[in-house]
């Protein structure tokens, strides 16, 4: 059974940092593409990063130079580092793993992350 389980979520003011995880188990880790994605109340589901088996990494315009995204395939896990954050920043942050070649894609249950003084 494939599991994402995202962590790290919560209230921050303007200007803060959190730092996400997501653990993953039942798939073969190093193989996926990993990235987190963003809604906000009344918005589609955004891209905020990704990064590819290879370690190629892209990030969306928002979030250049303020968020950095990083794996560990020896844990099996995904992080998104946030800093300045902004109150435009809040959504309910979702784990995606994804392999084009097979078909697969998964989702976490998503971690509520709110920016506000």
């Known amino acids: 059974q494939v599991q994402l389980v995202e962590s790290g979520g919560g209230l921050v003011q303007p200007g803060g940092s959190l730092r996400l995880s997501c653990a993953a188990s039942g798939i073969f880790f190093s193989l996926y593409e990993m990235a987190w994605h963003r809604q906000a109340p009344g918005k589609q589901r955004e891209l905020v990063a990704a990064?590819?088996?290879?370690?190629?990494?892209n990030y969306a315009d928002s979030v250049k130079g303020r968020f950095t995204i990083s794996r560990d395939n020896a844990k099996n896990t995904v992080y998104l580092q946030m800093n300045s954050l902004k109150p435009e920043d809040t959504a309910v942050y979702y784990c995606?793993?994804?392999?084009?070649?097979?078909?697969?894609?998964?989702w976490g249950q998503g971690t509520q992350v709110t920016v506000s003084s």
């Open positions: 995606n793993a994804v392999r084009y070649s097979v078909g697969r894609n998964y």
């Open positions: 990064i590819t088996s290879g370690g190629r990494i």
